[in-house]
């Protein structure tokens, strides 16, 4: 360690974690950036950021480093390459460019040649960067006239009259600035705070440190900001990265506790009559995941205490039959079952599949008062609204069911919602509006929630709220979560996978379309297809429903497919804005094969089971995520036939994030694979709302690389929270936590 880090404690002037900036050092806390007397005092600027305190200062983690030892000299360059160098100023030129802008030239030389750095409309730019000051720039190297430069540069006048902090050690930190304040300014204030900081204690439990062979936080915080090689930097880094996700962890893992040990949940009767039939009368074999994944379920539901399971599997790999045997578990033991799905259709979609799926068991829909299969015209009269008296006697082993969505209005749904008050259905698919309405069940005590591909991670806990005690819920996604992820945003789950699709799936062939050429020709497969008895889908969906310009393209080009394209085919299409009874109607329709085409300006309606269905044409692709384009190609594929995906890319060729979306998506079927892909691409922010979803903010832990620190910080939490549930022998960490993190972990502990 370098000198300056001297444990300074007991002397009058020692700081405090939570003593104010302004505190470290006056003269540099209000300090002025800019020209002379313009501009707010550092301290102010940093309170901006919302950099108040010392300990805030030193969480202001750099976010990247000059290597001296990695710095080139002007004449080792290479075009293209990120560079760091470091020279002298030996001209700067002021001028203004033929549309009258600023633009500032500097001249840098290090004896090995001379390179540009170029500022646009930031005239000041030549006061700062004047003639015989030392910088060190970092930036993309490019030629320009024939003269090198550095593009996107970043530049650091070294040296003057301050402590030269770049000479005292090897790395020098560079800081995010902002406007009015300069890295260097906060490089100072953080190397003062340090220096007069006495030893910074250590909240973790020193065994646990130990074992892990981590540094102490104390060095960890020192290091992180002013390490003397790179090895001291990776190990302090790796010691606040861990910080991070063992607050996570602890978190997950109190609750996690606290759900299984305190509460009493139903214990279910897995296997009986009804799972039996339903195995018995499948029209399928089911796959091994399957019957490992309906054992793993039956298994949890069966427990005494309230079950958390999150069924992860691809579309198409088969977790309705999972659902319903869980369903089945929860009736045959004389209790209610619920299946919420995001949507309308899709809610429709799953009381089809789950009624054919419950045909053999004997299952009655109270609305058609018929046997599952035999879809008879609704409410014929009030006379007719008694069950007939041949099925009143076969009720006691029959079960009823019943579809609840926006759609079903007036008697029928007084009907189903009194039925579900009463405890005479057995079983309700609806959406999720089905919780938040005036629904009171008799007796609720599963949930399945499909989600598809939204994370919305505490909806469950409104379905909960439905139950009278605990209710066991099965969340069931797909879009396969990044296993990361499954261990610490979903980490209180148990996750139970769909890992293999039914045999004698087809694949799908993906391919991306950015020429005329390349549309023409999709538009001649989905005419094949179509030739061959096939059935197509394109979506052509406003990202963003709120965007009314977005919308109306959609609903023009689907206009335009319509009349100008496929004139000759049957074309059904499905819009944003259609009332529930409408879209269930072309769903029903397209469904039958009653239509060749179906064109959707919207994208999560899609969500349908169509076997027949083998082309997927997706417009303007570069706009969805990777989820959403994964969900979408799911549609197909679902059959007997090979089926095509086309993804338009109408992105610019510098939209690397899209280019490299649609790529993954013409590479790999493999949902796993694009979930990985996606959490790289997007990074956890971005996943989530991490003040929505309650989780700590991570600043260096990223959970798309650090699954071995993921691992470890887990198992350690874990047997934390086993030897001290109530963490009452570890006050000073949750004192910790609680500071740091602060609202943002009061749901973890508060399950
Ligand atoms: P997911 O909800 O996981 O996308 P589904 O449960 O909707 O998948 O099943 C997709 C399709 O595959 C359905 O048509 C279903 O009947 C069929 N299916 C499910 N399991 C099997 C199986 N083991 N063998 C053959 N087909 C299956
Ligand atoms: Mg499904």
Not at 129 to 154: D, I, P
Request: net charge negative; with cysteine; glycine share 8%.
């Amino acid at each position: 360690m370098v000198e300056p880090f001297t444990d300074v404690s007991g002397s009058p002037s020692a700081l405090a974690l939570d003593s104010p900036v302004l505190h470290v050092d006056r003269k540099l806390a209000t300090r002025r950036t800019g020209l002379r007397d313009k501009g707010e005092e550092a301290h102010v600027i940093l309170a901006g950021m919302g950099i108040l305190t010392v300990g805030d200062l030193l969480r202001h983690y750099p976010r990247r480093y000059i290597d001296r030892s990695a710095v080139e000299r002007i004449g080792d360059l290479r075009l293209g390459e990120q560079a760091t160098v470091i020279a002298r100023v030996q001209k700067t030129v002021n001028r203004l460019t033929r549309r009258r802008q600023s633009m500032v030239t500097v001249t840098l030389a290090d004896g090995s040649g001379t390179l540009d750095l170029t500022f646009f409309n930031q005239p000041w730019a030549a006061g700062i960067y004047k003639e015989g000051l030392e910088l060190a720039v970092s930036g993309t190297v490019t030629r320009y006239r024939g003269r090198l430069q550095l593009a996107n540069q970043e530049a650091e006048v070294l040296g003057g009259d301050e402590r030269d902090l770049v000479h005292t050690g090897r790395i020098t930190p560079v800081h995010r600035a902002s406007e009015g304040i300069t890295t260097r300014t906060i490089r100072e204030l953080v190397f003062s705070a340090l220096e007069r900081l006495p030893t910074i204690p250590d909240p973790m439990p020193s065994e646990l440190l130990d074992a892990e062979g981590l540094d102490g936080l104390d060095i960890a915080l020192r290091r992180v900001h002013f390490p003397e090689d790179a090895e001291q930097l990776a190990r302090a880094i790796e010691r606040l990265k861990f910080d991070e996700l063992f607050t996570l962890e602890l978190g997950v893992a109190f609750r996690k506790h606290r759900l299984e040990s305190e509460r009493t949940g139903v214990a279910h009767q897995a296997e009986g009559e009804l799972t039996a039939r339903l195995l018995a009368t499948l029209p399928f074999e089911p796959t091994k995941a399957q019957t490992r994944a309906i054992e793993e379920v039956g298994a949890a539901m069966a427990a005494g205490r309230p079950m958390n399971v999150l069924l992860q599997g691809d579309v198409g790999s088969g977790k309705t039959v999972v659902a319903v045997s869980a369903c089945l578990s929860a009736i045959q033991s004389g209790h209610q079952a619920a299946v919420m799905a995001p949507t309308e259709v899709l809610a429709t979609q799953h009381a089809i599949s789950v009624a054919a799926l419950l045909e053999g068991v004997g299952a009655i829909d109270v609305l058609d008062r018929g046997p599952a299969s035999s879809r008879a015209p609704h409410g014929q009269g009030s006379l007719l609204e008694e069950l007939p008296p041949a099925q009143h006697e076969q009720e006691g082993d029959s079960i009823t069911y019943a579809l609840l969505t926006a759609a079903v209005t007036g008697k029928d749904r007084a009907r189903v919602v009194s039925g579900i008050a009463e405890g005479s259905v057995d079983l309700v698919i609806g959406t999720h509006a089905l919780v938040q309405e005036a629904v009171s069940f008799a007796d609720l005590t599963l949930a399945v929630i499909d989600e598809q591909h939204r994370f919305g991670l505490h909806q469950r806990m409104a379905l909960k709220g439905k139950g009278d005690g605990e209710i066991d819920v099965l969340i069931m996604t797909a879009t396969p979560i990044p296993r990361t992820l499954a261990l610490t945003y979903y980490g209180d789950l148990d996750v139970v996978v769909l890992d293999e699709l039914p045999a004698g799936r087809q694949p799908i062939g993906t391919a991306a379309a950015r020429s005329e050429e390349e549309r023409a020709a999709a538009y001649d497969l989905v005419r094949r297809e179509v030739g061959a008895g096939r059935q197509a889908f394109v979506v052509c969906a406003a990202i963003d429903e709120g965007n009314r310009s977005q919308v109306r393209a959609a609903e023009a080009e689907a206009e335009r497919l319509a009349t100008e394209i496929f004139p000759d085919l049957h074309v059904e299409l499905l819009h944003g804005r259609m009332r529930p009874k409408d879209k269930d109607r072309v769903m029903d329709a397209f469904r039958a094969g009653h239509a060749d085409l179906l064109i959707s300006t919207t994208v999560i309606e899609v969500g349908v089971d169509v076997p027949n269905a083998t082309v997927m044409l997706v417009e303007n692709a570069e706009r969805f995520g990777l989820a959403q384009l994964h969900q979408l190609r799911g549609r197909i594929g679902r059959g007997e036939h090979v089926s095509y995906c086309v993804l338009f890319d109408e992105s610019e060729e510098t939209n690397q994030d899209a280019r490299a979306r649609i790529e993954a998506m013409t590479r790999t079927t493999d949902g796993f694979e694009l979930a990985d892909e996606d959490l790289k691409l997007r990074g956890e922010g971005t996943l989530f709302d991490t003040k929505q979803s309650g989780m700590p903010d991570l600043k260096l832990a990223r959970l798309a690389d650090d699954l071995d620190l993921v691992k470890r910080a887990r198992a350690r939490a874990f047997d934390l929270i086993d030897d001290d549930p109530d963490l009452e022998d570890h006050r000073a960490l949750v004192d910790e936590l609680r500071d740091r993190f602060e609202d943002s972990i009061a749901w973890l502990f508060s399950a």
